[in-house]
């Protein structure tokens, strides 16, 4: 089980308090109206399914109930590093972690 | 005293006599065997029967890596467990055990015929045999392998013992209490560590309690061990024993295994016999140590051939000579040290033969000393003996040529070829495993997780070496952990250090094909199989272990891997790490799915949500079932009804009277704040910017796929408040979603989302007396139909109570839904039922709301929609405000595939005879006489009797079924096609004037 830091609690905490919510940075079109058929089949189904640091959303289902994002190395499971939602995409190197 | 009891030898209880069954034959064993040991001390090898072959089997192992003496157990009714490690069942008073694979008995087994007919039941045999005649599958091979399949017998009754949970955190968790182990769990509790040590024995020590020669600073090694056990009990270092450690998981985090009552002779009552720990850890010291690996040559799996260091822990631990006359194989020096100790003992032991050509002088020399012979250069090339080992033959090996044979009488064969790191626990971490060649092992490489691995489970060997090793490993710990530790060190003499070589298949002068050497006992796979893998084109050890079932019985391997390794990376010409090494998984050893469940089961299984108006249900005979967590009335049956009358004549009473239903579970959302209207317009198909306060409107979310995902009526409390109701089932989900959308795409909508699915209980009322039953009870509030027409909503007060008000029908009559506050919700149903009376009124239950709300053709969200259904598939398309630019879903209803033609809608569906219904979810065809696999059209969503209509009904997506109103399709069944009439969804008062009465 899952140690994960909540950015808003500031505690790590089991993995059973958190819900996963897919992949993060993917940003509902402001006008889903002007896309294309194609861009917007790409905004619903198509993920990046990275081997490696995978950037995604979690829940702090059971504790403050908000949404956050974590980078996760898909390889080893292990969350590098947590951060607030709207939040710019922080770099490897901006958690700390070697790459 | 048994034949084969060593007096004085052994830790076991000569005091303490214990009567055990085994094969409905009573011995007698003592306090502190294993059943293997107590069944050796009679000289009784033959245990069990193997799996494919059935073949003769006897222990091979002293542990719990043991893949032949397996049993069935049983403790009394319901207590019965199959394939028991024998060599890990302690003794107890009244222990029942069975040999298991056989048929009629043991020693004469039916199934053995399976070993003549091995030819056919080569490597890839389940690929190969059954594949033709296609037929064949259903009416031969399918009935036989089930007939024949499963290790062992499934036990039939439920189980009646309890098993615990403990979640727990620690310090520093040690893996493993023999040498290594207890001086990582000293060293780091000496340094102020919080330590939990844990073995999967009874009791710690490992290696040192088969091995009382070594002595430890001046103390011989069991007392040691009793002075270590006192210290480590005075530092408060927690100790668990008969505790397996079977799984290794994210961040330190443990799974652990507790036995707890199967070694009493009476398991206190109520005690629980397993208990799971789930323990956190900041950091872990492995100390598994290592496992011995068989030899492969012919006939290495005969009763009585066992490994060497197994024989040396039934001599030393429990006191037992696991023959008169054993020789020893081997191609590693720990097996010397065996032959030393039996020869100690009083056994004759006429030879060892050794693979190697040069072998340590002192070893040969305290050979000489105690007259064993010894034969250096040798391979055996073969066995005898039908129910145990009579015979062995080698050979000696030069240049590569096998040379004359010589045949020694024996009752046992004690074979050593190396040892195996275990390496299980380091490698669920995935860390990374480094193949070391000179060893002919994998050994530790780089793990992600705060561990230290140490002693024999990294390669070393010696006792001298498992101690400092283990020290340096708790050292590391602590300071780990900001502790400040000191390196301990022990003076080890008599140690018995040692090293080996490794071989595949020893080499024999037979013909290949004539080689019966076994790689994996439990399995059955022999050396023969795994080249014949290779040959037929598997490369990888991944596809080999699947092609032949090498590793993949209930031991994993243990024993069985590293040789199948390298006779495959023989046979490809290749080294081993390039073949490569199947993955570990938990759990390490085979666990019971009670210690799974622990204590949620029954009715902890999960938990049951109740209503305020449970108990009067409860109380007036409700018939329940189970809606997501919620346990609901499905329906009240009054005398001798079954279902079917019952629900008919709620039914009946709703549509001619007045009805009751605790409509409680309904998921309600309060949804509040300036920008409510305009999140609810984002979320929903709906327009609610013009929904004025006090009224309500049915409302309708997708998916931004597009996709039905809820629907429910919400009522505009205020400008700013919306009470918002879901499926039963979905208010989660719903909240869920909707705070996704507010959280991360739209923060700056000024809303608060607050569940109130459990402040509010619901009473439906419905019939065309509905309002007449409520007339005396509200307070208030006009509820006449002008002054509150359908889709109205207000507060008011009813039987005394707060209330908030809805006038809604989900049945097509004249409807209301008071929601009162939880706490109120018995008191209000009891109000509404006294009130009511004089109008005959009935409470009805989820199945008659079904059937009602089926007559109207009001569909159910998760029912009649399965993710791929679209407003307009549903005939909703009405729900969508027009005029909005956007909404969750909106720009998904204009792709290419929601508007093409031919998608399946949503109708009603009549059978030709009204009696016949309709099973749901059965499949539709256009053509019941097309030829197989038929094109389905669509399928049955909703199927009952409509006790309204006198005759069956059933709702259904159809392909483009609204524009097939009155033609026929078919519903192929086992018992023949049923043909039914497409019709409008709406079976029941289609203009719907009731409701608006
Ligand atoms: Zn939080």
Redesign the interface.
Known sequence: ???IHCPYCDESLPEMEF?Y?GEAHI??PV???A?S?DE??DH?FVRSNVRGPHYE?W?H?HGC???FNAVRDT????VLGTYA??APRPSLADLGVEE | MSRYRIAGKGRVDSGQPIQFSFDGRTYDGLRGDTLASALLSHGLHLMGRSFKYHRPRGPVSAGSEEPNALVGTTRGPGRFEPNTRATMQELRHGLVAESQNRWPHLKFDAGAVNDALSPLFSAGFYYKTFMWPRNFWDKVYEPVIRAAAGLGRAPVAEDPDTYAARYAHTGVLVIGAGPAGIAAALTAARAGSDVTLADEGPEIGGSLLSDPGISIDGQGAWDWLAARREELDDLGVTILTRTTAIGYYHQNFLGLVEKLTDHLDEAPEGAPRERMWRIRAGHVVLSQGALEKPLIFDGNDRPGVMLAGAAQTYLNRYGVAVGERPVVVTSHDSAWYAAFDLADAGVQVPVIVDTRDEVRDDLRREARLRAIEVLTGQTVTGTAGRLRVASLTVNPVAGGTVGEARTFRCDCLLMSGGWTPSLHLFSHTKASLSWDDEAKAFLPDKSIEALEIAGASRGLWGYGAALTDGAAAGRAAAEALGQAAETTSWDVSGDRTGTGLSHGQLPTDRAPSRVRAFVDYQNDVTAKDIRLAVKEGMRSIEHVKRYTTTGMATDQGKLSNINALMIAAEALGTTPPRVGLTTFRPPYTPTTFGAFAGYHRGAAFEVTRKTPIDGWAEAHGAVWEPVGQWRRARYFPQGDEDMEAAVARECRAVRAGVGAFDASTLGKIDVTGPDAAEFMNRMYTNAWTKLAPGRARYGLLLGEDGYVRDDGVVGRIGPDRFHVTTTTGGAARVLNMMEDYLQTEWPDLDVWLTSTTEQWAVVALNGPEARRVLESLVAGLDISADAFPMMSVADCTVAGFPARLFRLSFTGELGFEINVPARHGRALWEAVMESGKAHGITPYGTEAMHVLRAEKGFIIVGQDTDGTVTPEDLGLGWTIGKTKSDFVGKRSLARPDLVARGRKQFVGLLTADGATRLEEGAQIVDDPDQPLPMRMIGHVTSSYHSAALGRSIALAVVENGRDRMGETVHVPMPGGSVAATIAPGVFYDPDGGRAKL
């Open positions: 089980m899952l140690l819900a919510a940003a509902r006008d889903p109206n896309v058929d917007w089949r619903l959303r829940r289902v109930a908000r949404f390889v080893s499971d292990r939602a709207g």
